[in-house]
């Protein structure tokens, strides 16, 4: 199906409402029974992750009437249930909606949380938002067309040349046993290593040229859409370790580098691959 979005900015003052009328307010002043545990102690969900995601699926049902539109919060649970609705509406744009990324710091009056939105048309992610809350600022990408921030040109630059050189993000915490080795032998070769526990600022990080990676091995599609889009636009490279790229269909599973140019990529791909099975073909 053929879709082309006229007016971005309309799904920008989607995002600006919902953090206005739905996680602002409850900014640091959340109340114990407003938040609510998921898969762990540290996997958290709050009024203000509802409350946004049931208000942009509205907005985007009276904009959009006859695409498919799901969040983190509706999905998160059922894998199968995520699976079969993308499998139905392969026809369909399809929107992915991350109401409140970055919970955790929410949650307890951190600085690091955004609203991420992604539309997949045909199988290939066509537009994606970033809306930073606290500093009321989007990136947004368009697939082809190159990313933005509030509207200007948004490229990575100044990007250094050896891994040495280079700062990112990885969250051990989310690796396998064996594969915790790998984020460990990148920190021992890389500049600086965190995680921010907020996949938008991480990737806003490296698409503004403030970081240089991204790896990660927690997959879900409202964490990764929207800012794998924007790194590729503002001219990084987003691609798994089987050299495939991630998309909606096929990147629920694995694990990927971000980073901010090809050379970067191809040095921590070498300093990690060896965990994570078989080295493939070279793309």
């Known amino acids: 199906m053929d879709f082309n979005l006229t007016s971005p900015s309309i799904i920008e003052d989607i995002l600006k409402q919902a953090a206005e009328r739905c996680i602002l307010p409850y ?14 102690p540290d996997d958290l969900v709050t009024i203000a992750d509802k409350e946004s ?15 498919v539109i799901f969040g983190e919060e509706s999905f998160y649970a059922d894998a199968d249930r995520l699976k079969d609705t993308i499998s139905r509406a392969a026809d369909r744009p399809i929107w992915i909606i991350d109401p409140v990324d970055g919970t ?3 949650a307890h009056g951190k600085r690091h949380f955004a609203v991420l939105l992604a539309c997949v048309v045909d ?11 606290l500093g009321d600022a989007t990136i947004f990408a368009e697939k082809g067309k190159g990313a ?7 490229h990575i630059t100044d990007v250094p040349s050896s891994l040495a050189s280079a700062s990112g993000y990885a969250a051990k915490k989310f690796f396998k046993k064996d594969a915790k080795q790998a984020v460990t032998d990148l920190e021992h070769c890389v500049a600086e290593q965190t995680t921010l526990r907020c996949s938008a600022h991480e990737y806003w990080a490296v698409a503004t040229g403030q ?3 991204i790896i990660s091995t927690k997959m ?6 929207a800012g794998s889009l924007i790194v590729r636009e503002a001219g990084g490279v987003v691609r798994k370790f089987d050299m495939t790229p991630y998309d909606l269909q096929t990147g629920h599973h694995g694990a990927m580098i971000v980073a901010a140019n090809e050379d970067i990529w191809q040095q921590i791909y070498e300093t990690t691959a060896k965990y994570f099975g078989p080295t493939p073909a070279s793309p």
Do not use: C, M
Request: aromatic fraction near 16%.
């Open 220 to 225: 879900k599609p409202w964490d990764h859409l």
């Open 123 to 133: 199988g290939i992610t066509k537009y994606g938002w970033i809306y930073d809350v």
């Open 104 to 106: 955790h710091n929410f």
């Open 53 to 67: 995601e049931a208000f942009i699926t509205r907005e985007l049902q009276e904009q959009f009437p006859d695409h």
């Open 211 to 213: 970081r240089q990676y």
């Open 148 to 154: 933005t921030l509030d509207g200007a040109p948004l």
């Open 27 to 40: 900014y640091k002043q959340l109340q114990s029974r407003q938040i609510e545990t998921k898969s762990g």
